[in-house]
T-cell receptor, first 111, second 115 residues
Framework: KNEVEQSPQNLTAQEGEFITINCSYS?????LHWLQQHPGGGIVSLFM???GKKKHGRLIATINIQEKHSSLHITASHPRDSAVYIC?????????????FGKGTKLSVKP | KAGVTQTPRYLIKTRGQQVTLSCSPI?????VSWYQQTPGQGLQFLFE???????NKGNFPGRFSGRQFSNSRSEMNVSTLELGDSALYLC??????????????FGPGTRLTVL
């Protein structure tokens, strides 16, 4: 079983829909990151979370440390949101804590 | 401010050869991290350098190595290339590193094909 699991693997939505992508992890972490990768490979770091909730524009990320779960929400989705969304965690093993990535969620937003 | 640059962007090598990839971070950033991305394994962490010191290392064989220079530019080297090393290699820079609270900025990647 992977240490970081994302769901769903693929998601198709209509423009304007509210979208939720989930990330569950099984290790102790010091931080969780949400990344966005567009076709062609470019990656953008969206959020870094260690607790609570963060919001940036139409994007909201939450984390529940006790349940080892994070969600990324997109409100009023738009075709330009089409991308792969990747959850990554940094283990809490001090300076030796490795970075572990989920397999990604491929989002396609139709106009 | 210029973004993270990686050279070369595309590379074709044959099995057994070695390769060196270069990453220039955003000016002022002291941390550079390297990642390998393949269709089967997804993104995997290779190593992280901060102020010329390797601060963290992923689970890759010793054929994968890296270094960081005093100007924060970083190189990674893969020796004795195998077919499975074909991947997109990404680097990212930040002020304090992935475990910190600042944003990581990714480069466009180097697409390595091993024949």
């Amino acid at each position: 079983k992977n240490e970081v699991e994302q769901s769903p693997q693929n998601l198709t939505a209509q423009e304007g829909e509210f979208i939720t992508i989930n990330c569950s992890y099984s290790v102790g972490i010091s931080a969780l990151h949400w990344l966005q990768q567009h076709p062609g490979g470019g990656i953008v770091s969206l959020f870094m979370l260690s607790s609570g909730k963060k919001k940036h524009g139409r994007l909201i990320a939450t984390i529940n440390i006790q349940e080892k779960h994070s969600s990324l929400h997109i409100t009023a989705s738009h075709p330009r949101d089409s991308a792969v969304y990747i959850c990554a965690v940094r283990g809490d093993g001090g300076s030796q804590g490795n970075l572990i990535f989920g397999k990604g969620t491929k989002l396609s937003v139709k106009p | 401010k210029a973004g993270v640059t990686q050279t070369p962007r595309y590379l074709i090598k044959t099995r057994g050869q070695q390769v060196t990839l270069s990453c220039s971070p955003i000016s002022g950033h002291r941390s550079v991290s390297w990642y390998q991305q393949t269709p089967g394994q997804g993104l995997q962490f290779l190593f992280e350098y901060f102020s010329e010191t390797q601060r963290n290392k992923g689970n890759f064989p010793g054929r994968f190595s890296g270094r960081q220079f005093s100007n924060s530019r970083s190189e990674m080297n893969v020796s004795t290339l195998e077919l499975g090393d074909s991947a997109l290699y990404l680097c990212a820079s930040s002020f304090t590193g992935f475990g910190g609270t600042d944003t990581q900025y990714f480069g466009p990647g180097t697409r390595l094909t091993v024949l």
